[in-house]
């Protein structure tokens, strides 16, 4: 026997009610436009199965972007425990030191060139720079999948840091590590394609 749905709710309408919002929301976040039509379709199939448990008075777009939300985590997760795997221990150990002597001397303090510079003055305001903010979507995609994923799970989405050394079976040293990592690359993708225009 076929379950109905709650009265709110219209399977049959979500694709052309949420697929492009979903599918832009799942980009943003991953990058890439197989992954996020793979996972917008996961979305509408896992809410088809589940659709029993939706009560009356849920919201079924917030549903289902709590169901993207999950299937995001998931993707984020295989993604970084296939990279742990072969990357072994904190992206590889002889990796992070040869990032590390990129922008660091021996004692640990910044390269000249190097140096971080100030990109705006009080009044500028970055998000609403549609240059930057392109310029900066651009460099989220350079950025290896793991650091993408946590830096999108930590910024754009405002995730707990122990919520996110959950979810992807990282230690909060190598969580600290990686946003490091993924902040000096950003910053110095952004100084390059940005500031140096």
């Known amino acids: 026997m076929k379950t109905q749905p709650p009265n709110s709710c219209n399977p049959e309408k979500w694709v052309e009610k949420y697929a492009d919002n979903l599918f832009a929301w799942a ?7 197989a992954i996020a039509e793979d996972l917008v379709r996961e979305t509408f199939l896992s809410a088809m199965d589940d659709i029993k448990n939706l009560t ?5 777009k917030s549903w289902l972007y709590a ?10 997760r295989q993604e970084t425990l296939d990279l742990t795997a072969v990357e072994g221990h904190l992206a590889g150990e002889e990796n992070y030191k040869a990032f590390k002597r990129l922008f660091f001397d021996d004692s ?11 990109w705006f003055s009080e009044e500028e305001n970055l998000p609403e720079d549609g240059e930057f903010m392109s310029i900066l979507k651009m460099c989220l995609k ?3 999948e793991k650091n993408r994923c946590i830096v999108t799970l930590r910024f754009m989405d405002e995730r707990d840091i122990s919520e996110i050394c959950s979810e992807l079976s990282i230690s909060p040293p190598t969580f600290w590590a990686v946003l490091h990592q993924s902040k000096l690359q950003l910053r110095n993708c952004i100084e390059e394609n940005w500031l140096n225009d």
């Open 67 to 76: 169901i993207l939300r999950d299937k995001i985590v998931g993707h984020f």
């Open 56 to 60: 009356a008075d849920c919201n079924e």
């Open 108 to 118: 640990g303090k910044w390269k000249k060139a190097q140096r971080p510079v100030n």
């Open 142 to 144: 350079l950025l290896p």
């Open 27 to 33: 980009y943003q976040r991953t990058g890439k436009r």
